[in-house]
């Protein structure tokens, strides 16, 4: 039995599938950083440590005996909780299609946005640095204007390539300016979506919980997403009334090369 | 004639897992072949009997790398783990361990979850429609 105690919720085997299938049909169009990023793994819940090649000197061992610690990073647990009612999987069981598993939907946004917030702007806590602040170009402010859109990407796909950074590259964009792209339409008629698309020569990415959002290289080997153990529903406890699970997943966040995207303002 | 290359009832089987399952049972018949022709091949005194054997048993090599090529091209997780083994260089266990590491990892890194695993298997999602 693993970690996740699924066997001993009160839960059939229909009843995870439906979960399971929920959960995976709320999670995927929210999981922005893993559209554009590289991603290793899973590697199992005991997966513990990235990695990280480098080392930190120490005081010597003994009479002319040097001594170095490995540098690793410590991976995160995410976790967020949610109720079902349990007449609801009972209703599901028996055949109902209508079944409310809004409590799955809200923990399946949170924890997205989670992923997406700590790789777009970090996660300082677990000593992740995200994609924005460790850009060290200079921020791009996106504001209202969606029509001065093109000219921010453009800008920022300049900034790329001037050091060397080459093609193709996606842009992640927060809700508001996602929305703005996809209502305005240029002079002529032509989607800003398909202008913005032949910038980049990549995808354009719907990210919850990013704030403005970033143009990203993605010809591989620059930005480096680590999972331990990938997404999954577990069991905490239940009453007569109510099953209480959780979503949970282990990764970390590496830039490897933070000069291979330009961080987009709001 | 017998059937015993099929573990469950045949008239179940898809078409493909029976053309899969004769070709590994033909594998198997031609690993043992060569292995009866190594021990015979071992004790013949008889140096024109012998040349006979090696060249019947450079058949069966040809025949069974053919099975074998032929089942790597229909399992992409089995070939992934053998060309991380075949003809390379060095401790084949250590060859053996990496491979089959890299091959299921990133096999879940496009949506199959590691075995015994209970997550959504999720995975990467580059290229994937928005």
């Known amino acids: ?266 | 004639m017998g059937f015993d290359q099929y573990h469950e009832p045949a008239s179940e089987l898809p078409d493909e897992i029976r053309t899969f399952a004769r070709l590994c049972a033909s594998l198997t018949e031609e690993a043992e072949a060569i292995g009866w022709y190594e021990q015979r091949i071992s004790v013949e005194p008889d140096r024109e009997a012998r040349a006979i054997m090696r060249d019947a048993q450079g058949e069966e090599f040809k025949h069974f790398s053919m099975d074998l090529e032929f089942l790597l091209r229909r399992t992409p997780l089995w070939r992934e783990i053998a060309e991380g083994i075949l003809f390379q260089e060095g401790d084949i266990v250590e060859h053996g361990e990496e491979a089959e590491e890299e091959a299921t990892e990133e096999e879940a890194a496009r949506g199959a979850p590691l075995a015994g695993s209970e997550s959504l298997g999720i995975g990467s999602l580059r290229g994937s429609a928005p």
């Open chain 1, 1 to 266: 039995m693993s970690h996740l105690l699924r066997e001993h919720a009160p839960i059939t085997e229909a009843g995870w599938k439906l979960l399971d299938s929920e959960a995976e049909e709320r999670l995927k169009p929210a999981l922005a950083a893993r559209r554009l990023v590289d991603f290793a793994g899973p590697h199992g819940w005991e997966h513990s440590a990235t990695k990280l090649g480098r080392t930190d000197e120490l005081e010597s061992a003994g009479e002319e005996v040097g001594a170095r610690q490995r540098r690793v990073l410590p991976l995160v647990e995410l976790r967020a909780p949610f109720t079902v009612p349990r007449s609801e999987l009972e209703d599901a069981d028996r055949g109902a299609e209508d079944v409310d598993l809004g409590g799955l939907d809200q923990a399946a946004r949170r924890i997205a946005g989670a992923e997406n917030s700590a790789v777009f702007h970090g996660l300082s806590g677990a000593g992740i640095a995200g994609i924005s602040e460790a850009s060290p170009h200079d921020p791009i402010t996106l504001g209202e204007d969606c029509e001065r859109y093109p000219t921010h990407v453009a800008k920022a796909v300049d900034s790329l390539r001037a050091v060397g950074i080459d093609a193709p590259y996606g842009l992640a964009l927060g809700p508001e300016a996602h929305t703005r792209v996809l209502e305005t339409s240029e002079h002529g008629g032509y989607p800003m979506l398909e202008h913005l698309r032949k910038i980049l020569g990549g995808p354009i990415v719907w990210a919850p919980a990013v704030q403005g959002g970033a143009v990203v290289s993605m010809r591989g080997g620059d930005f480096l997403f680590e999972s331990g153990q990938d997404l999954s529903i577990g069991y905490e406890s239940h009453d007569a009334e109510t099953v209480q699970l959780y979503l949970e997943e282990s990764f970390n966040f590496l830039a490897a090369t933070p000069e291979a995207a330009v961080a987009l303002s709001p």
